[in-house]
């Protein structure tokens, strides 16, 4: 063994170790320091799809194409190439190569001469997007970082080339070692088409320009290893790991037995869960979730990539800390609200899960955001005034309302509505779950009375239960507090078991995201449709039948999509379809979809005001018109009264309608 295979030994040594006693502090903070445990299923064959789709084939990240394609042949580039540097330290070391000629040879040196002239091309493109076009959500954040890993991987890119290029200019002589020497053309097409670019160099100058690169080469490498898992790059290690782990709950937040627990929510980093500490270590800081978030686009200072950024932050200075001194828990693990996570931020999330949808390595922002209302509601009862007011209407009134209960029912008076709070005993197929803002709220009753005119018209045996339905608990879970969500949802429980009911439709995806996915939490098993999901298969059964609108109708539709309905449940399809069935004369609005901008509405924000920034309904009203869109299609109650009121107070009334799904197909029954 030769003085360089020493020193090449010796460097891959102290970087290897560099790099797993990081990974060793980081897994032992993930280990040692949580006091819950995430709840999750093994759903094995999801998990390898996920691992597969969003890791390998980086799936999430084409959500934005051009930044997509940018990362996934950097990161295929960065793979393959891997291949080769266990190559080069081996044939260095040990000096003979570990890849003998052959058809895998061939082709792992084939990509990966392919793949460094594509990753050199793409260092330049991302260096060009984030310092030339200045691409807002890259700014602000690490940029140090973001340029000495550029440098890092163009410099190994670049070694690489050089060395392939003088081997195929035939001027290595002896130091063939380190590549393939000898090689076919076809199989080095990027080192081949660079001989006729460069000029050979003089033979006396070769010596230094080939160990020139050799050192730069192993060096790069060994720092690039000591460097990842201290940098935001600690997401090569953890993001493979966060994505096989994901929980795939909608963004719902661990429930609290009361019984047993007295940490209620998340006030220091060991109230969260080793998967939430995975979710900390894979931030790569691209700002994707930020650049979604409609707190944020509208001028509020909430940024779901700062709060999961300082609190990884926090983890790995407290972490450290208490490494050293395990004595005083306490007196190490300081509050994350208020320093660094600042309370207004908190209240300004709409919980629409923008940032959840968009993060190329699923991070679950949401749940966290959650969690630390919880902290401030449950342990210092701290919650903005609109939400205290919320809480007592919930306590009392069992809705967000200050109303008589008694009255829930009201809006079906003279419409021959099966009401189980006044006939208990009467047969029905199906509950209609009417929801607290349509049973209460004028405007919202006649999204009531549209669905109870469909299903009437349809032939559906359905009831509703009137003064003995009550809230689902989601303003109140949403807002922080965790033991009221918790009382309404066993009544609820407690009526549905009682009155064996099994099947429900609800027009409120809110009611409707509570009912099908956090009550089973609680020992019941429903089938529950949303009202959109269930009219449209009424259409395609022919139970229904819907007039069209004449061709010289000038009427121009588009559609709101509900967070709680799309992003959490997915159901993106039938409201569209419901829409395709009367009109052809249907747009997009700019954002739409997986990408729809919230109304502003959720997260228990249709009770509180905006304060900061525009608001965030007002922004989607613009959309809107932006299009030129005379009527506004919602399929949510909480999507109605904040479109509603946007239309009015920004002067649209005399040229735009909002009107629900179940308004528009009500009013062209045939």
């Not at 003088?166 to 080095?188: C, I, K, N």
Request: neutral net charge; charged residues 25%; glycine residues 6%.
């Amino acid at each position: 063994m030769n003085l360089v295979s020493v020193l090449v030994l010796a460097g891959i040594i102290i970087a290897v170790f560099a790099f797993f006693y990081k990974l060793y502090e980081i897994l032992w903070d993930a280990v040692k320091i949580p006091l819950k445990k995430p709840r999750m299923k093994l759903d094995l064959g999801r998990r390898i799809y996920i691992l597969i789709r969003n890791v390998f084939l980086q799936g999430k990240l084409f959500k934005d194409p051009f930044a997509g394609i940018m990362h996934a042949l950097m990161f295929w580039g960065f793979i393959v190439f891997g291949a080769y540097s266990i190559d080069f330290f081996y044939v260095t070391i040990f000096a003979h190569q570990l890849f003998s000629p052959g058809i895998l040879s061939d082709i792992i040196f084939f990509t990966v001469n392919i793949f460094a002239g594509i990753v050199i091309a793409d260092v330049i493109y991302a260096a060009v997007r984030r310092w030339g076009l200045k691409i807002k959500r890259y700014q602000g954040f690490n940029g140090f970082e973001a340029a000495f890993i550029l440098v890092l991987i163009g410099l190994l890119m670049f070694t690489y080339l050089v060395m392939s290029v003088l081997d195929m200019q035939g001027l290595l002589g002896g130091y063939t070692f380190v590549v393939r020497s000898g090689a076919p053309h076809y199989l080095e097409p990027i080192s081949y088409a660079l001989t006729y670019v460069i000029p050979k160099a003089p033979s006396s100058y070769v010596y230094y320009i080939f160990w020139s690169a050799f050192w730069i080469h192993a060096l790069d490498f060994m720092v690039f290893l000591i460097y990842i898992p201290r940098s935001k790059h600690l997401h090569l290690f953890a993001a493979p790991f966060n994505v096989l782990f994901s929980t795939g709950t909608q963004a719902t937040p661990l429930p609290i037995d009361f019984e047993k627990e007295t940490r209620f929510g998340a006030t220091d980093i060991r109230d969260f869960t080793w998967k939430d500490y995975f979710d900390f270590y894979s931030c790569t800081e691209c700002g994707r979730c930020t650049d979604n978030c409609p707190a944020n686009m509208t001028g509020k200072t909430l940024s779901p990539r700062d709060i999961i950024w300082d609190i990884r932050e926090t983890v790995m200075a407290q972490g450290k800390e208490y490494r050293k001194n395990r004595e005083n828990p306490d007196e190490v693990f300081k509050t994350v609200i208020g320093d660094p996570i600042l309370e207004k931020d908190l209240w300004s999330c709409t919980t629409c899960m923008a940032c959840v949808e968009q993060c190329p390595v699923m991070i679950d922002h949401v749940p966290k955001i959650i969690d630390m209302r919880r902290s401030l509601v449950l342990n210092q009862g701290k919650a903005p005034k609109e939400s205290l007011d919320l809480f007592r209407n919930i306590e009392s009134y069992a809705s967000p309302y200050a109303i008589d209960p008694s009255t829930r029912g009201d809006w079906a008076e003279n419409l021959d509505v099966v009401d189980l709070s006044k006939n208990p005993d009467a047969n029905y197929d199906v509950l209609y779950w009417v929801g607290c803002v349509a049973s209460y709220d004028r405007r919202n009753q006649d999204i009531a009375k549209s669905v109870t005119k469909i299903l009437k018209k349809a032939g559906v045996n359905f009831a509703i239960l009137g003064s003995m339905e009550k809230c689902t608990g989601d303003p109140a879970r949403r807002t922080g507090n965790e033991y009221l969500a918790d009382m309404m949802i066993r009544q609820n429980v407690e009526t549905f078991k009682e009155k064996k009911i099994h099947k429900v439709i609800t027009a409120c995806p809110h009611c409707f995201n509570s009912l099908k996915n956090e009550y089973k939490e609680y020992g019941v098993e429903l089938e529950v449709y949303h009202h959109s999901e269930y009219i449209n298969r009424l259409i395609s059964d022919k139970k229904i039948s819907v007039k069209a609108l004449t061709s010289d109708s000038s009427e121009k539709y588009t559609y709101h999509d509900s967070c709680y309905l799309g992003r959490y449940n997915k159901i993106y399809d039938a409201p569209r379809e419901i829409i395709g069935s009367f009109t052809e004369n249907f747009q997009e609005m700019e954002k739409n979809k997986s990408k729809a901008l919230c109304c502003g509405a959720g997260g228990g924000r249709l009770w509180m005001q905006e304060t900061e920034g525009t608001m965030v309904s007002h922004k989607r009203i613009e959309m809107a018109d932006k299009i030129n869109a005379s009527t506004v299609v919602t399929a949510c109650p909480y999507c109605m009264t904040m479109l509603d009121d946007a239309r009015k107070t920004t002067n649209r009334e005399d040229k735009m309608n909002i009107q629900d799904l179940s308004e528009v197909i009500a009013k062209r029954l045939e």
